[in-house]
């Protein structure tokens, strides 16, 4: 599994998705940065320590949130397309094989995400504690990143069944309207489906009083699995040719 693994990380990881991943990095830590207004001095960020703290995290986490989330219909949509998946066809020698192909693949692209997640994760603590007097890396930040990470996932899975049923330019469309419908109304949700959809995906937000995320966390993990499990069956009863 650990070679399929490197095969999966070498192919997934072209010049195109580096590039891609780096660019999409450099854009979080430069969203992070401006939202801690850094350049202002540690004077005149300790007037309204908490207001500014808040408007910090909120900002902060929403460039996180929003990098992990393109990020992972980027890899569901290059990871799984036909090219990508034409791979299998010089490794697997009989179709018993393409599931663990297919999971090793999935794998691979969770890797991926968990590197970027904890890459940009780390330039938003590093920028909130050396270039502001208020902000200090606390349990909320960590749950709301992983909460931003779990999502990731569910998207990732997600887009991932979508381009391997319809591979075409038009597949990141169903992944991205989700992720706009639930970030424009996690924070009132009054469409019933909405409030629904936000007990199964794990939308991060954060309110006055800490994280305000909607559900059980072992359902959104539960749910995450089961996606990924569709993936792996799916690809693996799909032609690789």
């Known amino acids: 599994m650990r070679g399929m693994l490197r095969i999966q990380g070498h192919y997934l990881i072209d010049g195109t998705a580096a590039a891609f991943i780096g660019l999409l990095a450099v854009f979080v830590a430069a969203a992070t940065a401006a939202a801690s207004e850094f350049w202002l001095g540690s004077a005149m960020l300790d007037l309204d320590r908490a207001e500014r703290a808040f408007a910090y995290r909120t900002q902060g986490l929403l460039a996180i949130r929003l990098g992990v989330c393109v990020l992972s219909i980027f890899l569901g949509l290059h990871g799984y397309s036909r090219v990508q998946r034409r ?20 794998g691979a692209a969770g890797l991926t995400l968990v590197g970027f997640t904890l890459a940009v994760g780390l330039a938003y603590s590093a920028v ?24 990731g996932f569910l998207l990732l899975f997600l887009q991932g069944i979508v381009t391997t049923l319809w591979d075409s330019a038009f597949a990141a469309l169903p992944a991205c309207a989700l992720f706009w419908v639930l970030e424009a109304n996690a924070h009132d949700p009054t469409v019933p489906w909405v409030e629904a959809a936000l007990t199964l995906v794990r939308h991060g937000r954060i309110g006055p009083e800490g994280p305000a995320t909607y559900g059980d966390p072992l359902v959104h993990v539960g749910v995450v699995a089961f996606a990924y499990a569709i993936l792996s069956w799916l690809f693996a009863r799909k032609d690789v040719n």
């Open 128 to 151: 909130g504690i050396l270039g502001t007097p208020y902000f200090s890396f606390t349990a909320t930040d960590l749950r709301l990143i992983a909460d931003a990470l779990c999502e």
């Open 87 to 106: 791979a299998a066809a010089f490794f697997v020698s009989s179709r018993d094989g393409l599931f663990a192909f297919g999971v090793a693949k999935g």
